[in-house]
């Protein structure tokens, strides 16, 4: 079953806006990570955050976790057309095992030139 | 060379064949999970191995089987398939220090 969910499903904006994508969770985790797929290609690490953490920025990106609420957002700023892809949150720890990622239903983003 | 290889990167097969897709890695990694991907579903678990001698059922693994042949080569196996298996298929692998994935290529597998 689905341990994350993304939201929305599909987030469309014109280049150089920023992109917001938000995750929910279930259970108790270890760590949340987020991937990009760009289309039918294999996915991409982008950025993980520990449980213990509430923010982290890579370059462009900006994740921020609440535990309390069981939810991470991860913002893309300065949006780019070549940002255009599928992104995907995915929780590890799930339930407090050494278990395996378990992966969101995505937010296709497109980002218009 | 990539890091995960995935072959064949796509492949017809008629219902009731039985069909192996391959996973190798150059990332030592002991971790290796095969995934699929179907549109709307996002990616589900079919079998991980935590090393060569380890072997877990994931959430999907009806109709799968799998082979850890080594540390570096990962089969997913479907003794008959089924259109319902349809689908685009990932083969990923993990170092428990690092805890992201990296990702083949996929495999895009239709069952006619």
């Known amino acids: 079953s689905q341990q994350g969910e993304e939201d929305p499903q599909a987030l469309s904006i014109q280049e150089g806006e920023n992109a917001t994508m938000n995750c929910s969770y279930k259970?108790?985790?270890?760590?949340l990570q987020w991937y990009r797929q760009n289309s039918g290609r294999g996915l991409v690490h982008l950025i993980l955050?520990?449980?213990?953490?509430r923010e982290k920025h890579s370059g462009r990106l900006r994740v921020t976790l609440d535990t309390s609420k069981k939810s991470s957002s991860l913002l893309i700023t300065a949006s780019r057309a070549a940002d255009t892809a599928s992104y995907f949150c995915?929780?590890?720890?799930?339930?407090?095992?050494?278990?395996?990622?378990?992966f969101g239903k995505g937010t296709k983003l497109s980002v218009k030139p | 060379d990539a890091d995960v290889t995935q072959t064949p990167r796509n492949r017809i097969t008629k219902t009731g064949k039985r069909i192996m897709l391959e996973c190798s890695q150059t990332k030592g990694h002991d971790r290796m999970y095969w995934y699929r991907q179907d549109p709307g579903l996002g990616l589900r678990l079919i079998y991980y191995s935590f090393d060569v001698k380890d072997i877990n059922k994931g959430e999907i693994s009806d109709g799968y089987s799998v082979s850890r042949q080594a540390q570096a080569k990962f089969s997913l196996s479907l003794e008959s398939a089924i259109p319902n298996q349809t689908a685009l298929y990932f083969c990923?692998?993990?170092?428990?220090?690092?805890?992201?994935?990296?990702f083949g290529s996929g495999t895009r597998l239709t069952v006619v």
């Open positions: 259970t108790s985790i270890n760590n």
């Open positions: 955050i520990r449980s213990n953490e």
């Open positions: 995915a929780t590890g720890g799930n339930g407090g095992s050494q278990g395996n990622l378990i």
């Open positions: 990923a692998t993990s170092d428990p220090g690092r805890l992201g994935y990296t």
